[in-house]
């Protein structure tokens, strides 16, 4: 447990990092680390929910990306300037990595695994963005006809 | 009630008077707003629809945008029958949040008639030129992401003070970029020098854990989210940009992983 709460404060510390690379406005950053924030708890909590990898990395990008576009409502800025570093956490380097050192020991099988992995955890934080996109324009388009019927 | 009568013409005026503009000036200046959210990373979907909802905040009958990464076309018709179309290339993108945000305000301005088509291009030029803040502070981030990532992928203190080390010169290349070198190139440039450091660093006892040490540099240099992006662009239907950015998320990637294995090779050969 401890080790989960010193990850989770590195993930945010490093989100804040990554806030400042990708040229966020400082007043945008407390939104975009609490977004990160967001993230690695729900990564780490959906992992010990369900285990694997596909569906923790979707379920926490779908909820990071869900209040990016809360957040993104708040500040009145496009709801990518949030998602990017929000999701950054889950982005699956350590996999990568681990990947291309086996290739190099000529370990090939867990060098494939190491990088469908990879693959997974990709596809699953673009679903989950795409999810929570979804999610939005459907809330967009009820709330539009229930204004044009009170009208 | 005169006053007032004369307020509402000239509202009228300034928004959808459309003589006063030509087709292709009114596309050049949609373009100009939806060539720069290309290069600070904007996405398809976002370009095309900011230069429809300005073409027919201006009077086009028929708006038709394609926005590639790299390319941007555009044809407009108006109500009184006069065409133009336009195209624009993009060579090189970045992930600019700053500027993104300002470009986004700034159509939305002209959408709604706040600011004018001829106050455009300053609009642009300073939303271009100003920086939310100084350049050495993106280094600061750089070695901030790099050492938050060595522990959050189990490293400890130590590891985390080399990768910071790394990341700093990893974002020190970043900033200071060679103008004529390919990008893909300059990518394992970067990630060979990120690994020498690394590896330097282990062998003399800063950092104990290799793995965790590279592993918070190459978060630096993997194309960030760009391969969500592109699994959101696919699913979103813009399947060519969405193809596109995949096929340069996995090179990049491969690239990383070309430097990487020449650091180590060349490293196993010196030490």
């Known amino acids: ?37 967001l993230a ?112 | 009630m005169f006053k007032k009568k004369i307020k509402a013409q000239s509202d009228e005026n300034t928004l959808i008077n459309t003589s006063v503009y030509t087709a292709d000036y009114i596309l050049g200046k949609a373009l100009d707003i939806g060539e720069n959210i290309l290069r600070c990373g904007g996405e398809s979907h976002r370009i095309e629809d900011t230069i429809e909802r300005i073409c027919t905040a201006y009077g086009a009958v028929h708006t038709d945008v394609f926005a590639l990464p790299s390319l941007v076309v555009a044809g407009i018709r108006m109500a009184d029958g006069t065409t133009a179309s336009q195209v624009r290339r993009v060579y090189k993108t970045s992930n ?80 200071h970029k060679i103008k004529l070198m390919n990008k893909m190139l300059y990518t394992v440039a970067q990630s060979f020098v990120g690994a020498i450091c690394g590896l330097l660093l282990v062998h003399f006892g800063i950092g104990q854990n290799i793995d965790m040490v590279m592993i918070g540099t190459i978060m630096l240099l993997i194309p960030g989210l760009a391969f969500g992006n592109a699994v959101r662009d696919l699913l979103f239907g813009d399947t060519v940009s969405g193809i596109i950015q995949l096929v340069q998320a996995v090179l990049t990637a491969v690239m990383v992983a070309f430097g990487y294995i020449v650091a180590i090779m060349f490293f196993g050969v010196v030490f």
């Open chain 1, 1 to 37: 447990m401890e080790e989960i709460i010193i990850k989770i404060i590195a993930g945010t510390i490093a989100t804040l990092g990554f806030a400042i690379l990708f040229r966020l406005k400082p007043s945008h950053w407390a939104f975009a680390v609490l977004d990160g924030l």
């Open chain 2, 96 to 175: 600019n949040m700053y500027k993104l945000d300002e470009m986004n305000s700034i159509s939305r301005e002209v959408c709604s008639g706040a600011i004018s088509l001829e106050d455009v291009e300053d609009k642009i030029y300073t939303a271009l030129h100003t920086k939310p803040f100084p350049k050495y502070l993106s280094i600061v981030g750089g070695i901030i992401a790099a050492g938050g990532f060595a522990v959050f992928f189990g490293g400890n203190l130590w590891d985390a003070l080399a990768a910071a080390i790394a990341g700093f010169f990893v974002s020190v290349m970043n900033r």
């Open chain 1, 40 to 151: 690695c708890v729900c990564y780490f909590a959906f992992t010990e929910l369900f285990g694997g990898n596909f569906l923790p990395n979707l379920l926490a990008a779908f909820v990071a990306s869900v209040f990016a576009d809360f957040f993104a409502r708040i500040c009145k800025a496009p709801s990518t300037v949030f998602i990017l570093p929000g999701c950054i956490a889950l982005v699956p380097g350590g996999t990568l990595y681990y990947a291309m050192s086996n290739l190099l020991s000529e370990n090939r099988d867990i060098a494939v695994e190491y990088f469908l992995t990879t693959l997974t955890v990709g596809i699953g934080i673009g679903g989950g963005i795409i999810a929570a996109s979804l999610l939005r324009v459907t809330i967009q388009a009820i709330s539009k006809k229930i204004k044009h019927k009170k009208s």
